[in-house]
Nanobody, 113 residues
Framework: QVQLVESGGGLVQAGGSLRLSCAASGIIFSKIAMGWYRQAPGKQRELVAIISSSGSTTYGDSVKGRFTISRDNAKKTIYLQMNTLKPEDTAVYYC???????WGQGTQVTVSS
């Protein structure tokens, strides 16, 4: 059974930082590209960042230079380091795998101005 479990969300002031984690189970983690998406109220889900099995990364335009995605294959976990947060970063953040197309339950990030 595949599970993706996000954690690390919360309330932070603008300009602050948060680190999200997504722990995976039931998949051959090291061989799968993983990603973070987010969805704000009334908006479509959008790409935040992708990390390939080899570690190469891709970012959405709105987070380039502020967010960093990384992975620890031994822990079957991906991370999203979010710096210089803005109120427009407020959303539910979801973890996603690109093989089975599974989604986590999401973690809420709220940035106050």
């Amino acid at each position: 059974q595949v599970q993706l479990v996000e954690s690390g969300g919360g309330l932070v002031q603008a300009g602050g930082s948060l680190r999200l984690s997504c722990a995976a189970s039931g998949i051959i983690f090291s061989k799968i590209a993983m990603g973070w998406y987010r969805q704000a109220p009334g908006k479509q889900r959008e790409l935040v960042a992708i990390i390939s099995s080899s570690g190469s990364t891709t970012y959405g335009d709105s987070v380039k230079g502020r967010f960093t995605i990384s992975r620890d294959n031994a822990k079957k976990t991906i991370y999203l380091q979010m710096n210089t947060l803005k109120p427009e970063d407020t959303a539910v953040y979801y973890c996603h795998d690109y093989l089975g197309s599974y989604w986590g339950q999401g973690t809420q990030v709220t940035v106050s101005s």
